[in-house]
Nanobody, 130 residues
Framework: DVQLVESGGGSAQAGGSLRLSCAVR????????MVWFRQAPGSERENVAA????????DLASSVRGRFTISKDNAKNTIHLQMNSLKPEDTGMYYC????????????????????????WGQGTQVTVS
């Protein structure tokens, strides 16, 4: 079975930084997408950052572009979300998820799979920015 183990959440001041990690445990061979979703209280879960394959294809939500970076350590089967210039609106529970579905390129940009296509999810890690 596949497990996603998240770490790195916590509290930060506005303008500060945090780094989230998500390690894949178990058998997940081949090429896959990994995504960070976040959910603030009373809000729907939204896609924050996505990465495909060995890390050459990435996407960031417009709300975090220029502040967040997603990367992958292929040797450790781990993705990272570096969050800089944090804002109070970045507060929420952050989840990583994985799917074998591939993103599609059209309209000049990458379109990553819908939430329902992600087969495995992490337990979530809380990020609080004040």
């Amino acid at each position: 079975d596949v497990q996603l183990v998240e770490s790195g959440g916590g509290s930060a001041q506005a303008g500060g930084s945090l780094r989230l990690s998500c390690a894949v445990r178990g058998s997940m061979f081949g090429t896959y997408c990994m995504v960070w979703f976040r959910q603030a209280p009373g809000s729907e879960r939204e896609n924050v950052a996505a990465i495909y394959g060995r890390g050459g294809t990435t996407d960031l939500a417009s709300s975090v572009r220029g502040r967040f970076t997603i990367s992958k350590d292929n040797a450790k089967n781990t993705i990272h979300l570096q969050m800089n210039s944090l804002k109070p609106e970045d507060t929420g529970m952050y989840y990583c998820a994985i799917t074998r579905s591939a993103p599609a390129f059209y309209g000049g940009s990458w379109h990553f799979p819908e939430q329902r296509e992600y087969n495995y999810w992490g337990q979530g890690t809380q990020v609080t920015v004040s």
